[in-house]
């Protein structure tokens, strides 16, 4: 069955730091992968997508995805962490072209202190 | 910009209560979800519908039904709240990006069952 794992619910980092969370998937099949953020009081918000056209996925406020499939990871990063990027974060693998059916992860909660 | 709005950002209802949370959608897509998102275990869907009055189970169905009687409106009941109801509501919308989807959240519905 196809799953998604993200490995740690909180992360804290510092402003200014690397921002590293991790996701692993589990396919028998090539999969499209999505990072979404939450804000707080909010729904979900697309961050990025990989979708087979390159492995590296470069995505909205500084945020990047690597797409290894020798590892069946697609981690989320980002040079430098900024205040405004506290919020819970949801890996999402899709097995489907036609409907879109998305298996979300557990979720992320990044805590940036000052 | 694609809206998804949700009738309620907040609800308090009590057990045995007939509940309605009502989707809608703007930009014509033809396929909407329901989620609903607990601490720890993510976004889990509900059900989903890719057409007017076509509907599928998710991985959680059981005590819910919904309805999609018009391309822009899915609305989820509970027949009978329960307090294990009480948790965040989540609709989605879908179109076409490229060889996959991409979803559109709403803001969520925090459901309170008492």
């Known amino acids: 069955a196809q799953s998604v794992t993200q490995l740690g619910s909180h992360v804290s980092v510092s402003e200014g730091a690397l921002v590293l969370l991790r996701c692993n998937y589990s396919s028998s099949v090539p999969p499209y992968l999505f990072w979404y953020v939450q804000y707080p009081n909010q729904g979900l918000q697309l961050l990025l997508k990989y979708t087979s056209a390159a492995t590296l996925v470069k995505g909205i406020n500084g945020f990047e995805a690597e797409f290894k499939k020798s590892e069946t990871s697609f981690h989320l990063t980002k040079p430098s962490a900024h205040m405004s990027d506290a919020a819970e974060y949801f890996c999402?693998?899709?097995?489907?072209?036609?409907?879109?059916?998305?298996?979300f992860g557990q979720g992320t909660t990044l805590q940036v202190k000052p | 910009d694609v809206k998804v709005t949700q009738s309620s950002r907040y609800l308090v209802k009590r057990t045995g209560e007939k509940v309605f949370l009502e989707c809608v959608q703007d930009m014509d897509h033809e396929n909407m979800f329901w989620y609903r998102q607990d601490p720890g275990l993510g976004l889990r869907l509900i059900y989903f519908s890719y057409d007017v009055k076509m509907k599928e189970k998710g991985d959680i169905p059981e005590g819910y039904s919904v309805s999609r009687e018009k391309k822009e409106r899915f609305s989820l009941i509970l027949e009978s709240a329960s307090t294990n109801q009480t948790s965040m509501y989540l609709c989605a919308s879908s179109f076409p990006s490229g060889t996959t989807y991409e979803q559109y959240f709403g803001p969520g519905t925090r459901l309170t069952v008492t």
């Open positions: 999402a693998v899709s097995f489907s072209s036609n409907t879109g059916k998305l298996i």
